[in-house]
């Protein structure tokens, strides 16, 4: 009894464990704004999880005629918008852009991104290499797919 | 003895530098948080009065039907009013949208409050551009340009920063001032919020204003 328990218990240990800790490279919840009207400039946003040390180098998607790697600082009240050289993602550790700090930034959009649309979106990584990842449009303005502000309204 | 003379003097005057120093920090320091504090929300009292008469002021812009506005046809609405470009994709959405969300939260109020974009970018955002991009919100948002000088009155007198930042390519974004302002029906300023403020507390605060 005991002994079964304890099975169980190290097996949720070894699952969360595993669910904690991908054994390579991981790219989730990735998302974007619906832009409004025909704004040239949209962003996306993405979850990186890596069990080793890597660095986001560059982005692609066809939606769009260049992806830049952006970030966004506040400086007093002042927004500054700045394109990075790279993004290190350090091992173990999830680093999600979201808005407020960094994002991925579609410059030249071919077309409006709506809500609900999906489009495939390249992340070049230092090790991992190339990871392409399908992207969901949320509501202009929404804060993440999770977030209140994403279902506040239809 | 002249020795020690010539030795106590240098550090005299280095404590005092430090002295001097360290008031002076205080003063910056205190002089920026005042401003701070004073500009984050309620300016109301005495501090508040003299910041009231310092944001705001006339203007001649065009809004996004082409129509010539100014500071004098808005008055008789509460105004909120926010600075950006189309070309922002992640402060300016999120501001509009939280503006959109707080609307929403007021109910009948809603009417007694409008939303206006002014835009820093008037080389790219024509009203045509702004027209296409506040109908993707779900307030009824008031967007204005103008030329490079009108613009420039309009920021001056709220007070927001905006610069031109060149990127690789020919491509530039703009760095500016990310505040919601808050005016009263008389067209003066009432309170402010920034991009990060949550909808709820826009709408709380306006809710409490509106009476």
């Known amino acids: ?154 | 003895m002249p020795s020690t003379a010539s030795t106590t003097r240098p550090s005299g005057s280095r404590r005092f530098l430090l002295i001097a120093a360290v008031l002076a920090g205080l003063v910056i320091f205190g002089t920026g948080a005042f401003l701070v504090l004073a500009l984050r929300d309620t300016p109301r009292g005495a501090a508040g009065t003299a910041l009231a008469s310092a944001i705001g002021g006339p203007f001649q812009l065009v809004d996004q039907n082409g129509k010539a506005v100014t500071d004098a046809d808005l008055k008789g609405k509460w105004l909120l009013i926010y600075f950006g470009y189309t070309h922002c994709p992640d402060a300016c959405p999120t501001a509009l949208n939280d503006i959109s969300i707080a609307l929403s939260q007021l109910g009948p109020k809603r009417d007694a409050v409008r939303p206006v974009f002014i835009t820093v970018d008037p080389e790219r955002d024509t009203p045509e551009t702004l027209k296409a991009y506040v109908t993707s919100f779900d307030a009824p948002i008031l967007a204005l340009t103008g030329t490079a000088e009108q613009v420039a009155k309009a920021a001056k007198g709220y007070r927001v920063y905006y610069a031109k930042h060149p990127e690789a390519g020919g491509d530039y974004s703009m760095d500016h001032s990310s505040v919601i302002y808050v005016m009263d029906p008389q067209g003066r300023f009432t309170a402010s919020f920034t991009h990060e403020s949550a909808p709820e507390q826009i709408s709380e605060r306006l809710k409490k204003l509106l009476g």
């Open chain 1, 1 to 154: 009894m005991s002994i079964k328990i304890l099975a169980f218990v190290a097996g949720l240990a070894v699952t969360s464990a595993a669910l904690a800790q991908p054994v390579q490279l991981e790219i989730n919840n990735a998302w974007a704004r619906a832009t409004p009207g025909k704004a040239e400039n949209g962003a996306a946003y993405v979850t990186i999880q890596s069990p080793t040390a890597d660095r986001l180098v560059a982005a692609s998607s066809p939606v769009a005629k260049k992806a830049e790697l952006h970030t966004m600082s506040m400086q007093g009240m002042v927004m500054k918008m700045r394109p990075i050289a790279g993004l290190d993602i350090p091992p173990g550790q999830p680093v999600t852009l979201k808005p407020g700090g960094e994002h991925i930034m579609l410059m030249g959009l071919n077309q409006p991104l709506h809500d609900g649309q999906s489009f495939p979106l390249t992340l070049d990584f230092e090790k991992a290499g190339p990871r392409t990842v399908t992207v969901t449009v949320e509501k202009a303005g929404s804060k993440g797919p999770d977030s209140a502000a994403a279902h506040a309204h239809h």
